[in-house]
């Protein structure tokens, strides 16, 4: 269960992201709420304690990040992505074009799966790490936890959800892969993953820094 991918190095968990987004640090709304919009019949605005009423689960996971760190061992708590979507479709109605799905965090940041990759287990709207509320550092108060995909695909602060016909990069923009599976190291589309090893191990360093320096 938590073994490193290929190209991953063990660390600790700490708040990290694209460093546009490092200065970011969304209020957490008292009452959250997630518009679904996209490719729906009736777009809607839902209460996220609607969400996180479903059934709940658990998953155990790492969150591997493209830049070549793993933070492993991870016991995250909320509703699999399945059952948002299954409960999701009788109230917007998402199109049979709908393929892709979109999150989008109060951050800005956005970030695409296939729809079929959201879907599988594991794949949670979480609310809980480790045992506790989850916090603003880690994506209050909800994000996705795509268990076998890179990190820029689990997007913390989940404000919306948008299905999607057509692939949508995201903020990670050229950068990010369509998929991202940490499996087939695809860390982007252009170029075989291995080869940016050693570009991100360069610059893991600023980006950790420009999050590093918000938390003194
Ligand atoms: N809203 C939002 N979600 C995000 C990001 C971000 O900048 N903003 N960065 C992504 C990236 S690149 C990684 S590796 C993980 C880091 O998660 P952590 O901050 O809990 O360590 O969040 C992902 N989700
Ligand atoms: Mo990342």
Do not use: N
């Amino acid at each position: 269960m938590d073994v490193l991918p290929p190209g991953q190095s063990a660390a600790p968990l700490a708040p990290f992201g694209l460093p546009a987004f490092a200065a970011r640090r969304p209020r957490v709304p008292a009452a959250p709420v997630v518009t679904v919009t996209g490719a729906v019949r009736r777009p809607a605005q839902v209460p996220a304690a609607e969400l996180t009423r479903l059934g709940r689960a658990e998953t155990h996971s790492g969150l591997h990040c493209v830049t070549t760190w793993s933070a492993l061992g991870l016991r995250w708590e909320g509703v699999p992505f399945a059952a948002v979507h299954a409960h999701l479709a009788g109230r917007v109605a998402p199109g049979r074009a709908a393929r892709w799905v979109t999150f989008t965090g109060l951050d800005g940041y956005r970030s695409t799966l296939l729809l079929d990759d959201a879907l599988a287990p594991g794949v949670l709207l979480a609310d809980v790490l480790d045992g506790a509320p989850l916090t603003a550092d880690h994506g209050a108060p909800l994000r996705l936890v795509a268990p076998a995909h890179y990190g820029y695909k689990s997007v913390k602060h989940v404000c919306a959800i948008e299905y999607r016909a057509g692939y949508d990069p995201g903020s990670a923009g050229w950068k990010a892969h369509p998929r991202g599976r940490v499996a087939l190291e695809e860390r982007s589309r252009y170029l075989p993953g291995r080869l940016w090893r050693p570009l991100w191990r360069t610059l893991l360093p600023r980006a950790r820094a420009a999050y590093d320096d918000l938390r003194g």
